[in-house]
């Protein structure tokens, strides 16, 4: 098992930015690949980005591109997403997950999750 722990949400004006933290334990080794998706209310759960644990390979939505950037610190079991020019379309639940065979963008094939952490972008 894998336990994820997300830190690093709040409230930030249209242009700002922030950096979510996500840290794993339990069996660290068995990881593949970590990722960042996002809910917004009244909507479904959308891919952010990911990193592959081993090669550092990362993979963003179209709709980050250019303003957010993964990265991990293997030596600390932990995944970022530093995030600038936010926008208020970027408020949501950003929720972190990760995978021991896995490194796309459909969460369904993430077996680990975090419990979210809110971003909330004001105009």
């Known amino acids: 098992q894998v336990q994820l722990v997300e830190s690093g949400g709040g409230l930030v004006q249209a242009g700002g930015s922030l950096r979510l933290s996500c840290t794993a334990s339990g069996r660290t080794f068995s990881i593949y690949a970590m990722g960042w998706f996002r809910q917004a209310p009244g909507k479904e759960r959308e891919f952010v980005a990911t990193?592959?644990?081993?090669?550092?390979?990362?993979y963003y939505a179209d709709s980050v591109k250019g303003r957010f950037t993964i990265s991990r610190d293997n030596a600390k079991n932990t995944v970022y997403l530093q995030m600038n020019s936010l926008k208020p379309e970027d408020t949501a639940v950003y929720y972190c997950?990760?995978?021991?065979?896995?490194?796309?963008?459909?969460?369904?094939?993430?077996?680990?999750w975090g419990q979210g952490t809110q971003v909330t972008v004001s105009s």
């Open positions: 997950a990760a995978d021991t065979d896995y490194s796309g963008s459909y969460g369904n094939r993430y077996d680990y």
């Open positions: 990193v592959s644990w081993s090669g550092g390979n990362t």
